[in-house]
């Protein structure tokens, strides 16, 4: 069974940074694309970024190009999203997903997973 446990959210100042988590369990990271998207109440839930499954390829929404770095650690089979340079329009509840071995990633209809979502609340 496949199952991803995403931490790290939280309320922080506007300019600062946060971290987030995704644990996988029951899939490898190393064979599957994983992405994060964003979602405010009463919106979509749109495309943050994705890495492909060898790791060698990633990809960002432009919102988000130059302030924000996914990236993965096959050993703990993780997969992490930097925010940096946080800003008020940051905020959202964030989903991390992971999807077949060879989805671009940029739809949500690539992921056949998701986690249950963490809060990331910017203040200005």
């Known amino acids: 069974q496949v199952q991803l446990v995403e931490s790290g959210g939280g309320l922080v100042q506007a300019g600062t940074s946060l971290r987030l988590s995704c644990a996988l369990s029951?899939?490898?990271?190393?064979?599957?694309?994983m992405g994060w998207f964003r979602q405010v109440p009463g919106k979509e839930r749109d495309f943050v970024t994705a890495?492909?499954?060898?790791?060698?390829?990633?990809a960002y929404a432009d919102s988000v190009k130059g302030r924000f770095t996914i990236s993965r650690d096959n050993a703990k089979n993780t997969v992490f999203l930097q925010m940096n340079s946080l800003k008020p329009e940051d905020t959202a509840v964030y989903y991390c997903?992971?999807?077949?071995?060879?989805?671009?990633?940029?739809?949500?209809?690539?992921?056949?997973?998701w986690g249950q979502g963490t809060q990331v609340t910017v203040s200005s």
């Open positions: 997903a992971a999807g077949r071995k060879y989805a671009s990633g940029y739809v949500a209809l690539d992921y056949d997973y």
């Open positions: 029951g899939r490898s990271v190393s064979m599957t694309t």
């Open positions: 890495i492909n499954w060898s790791g060698g390829s990633t």
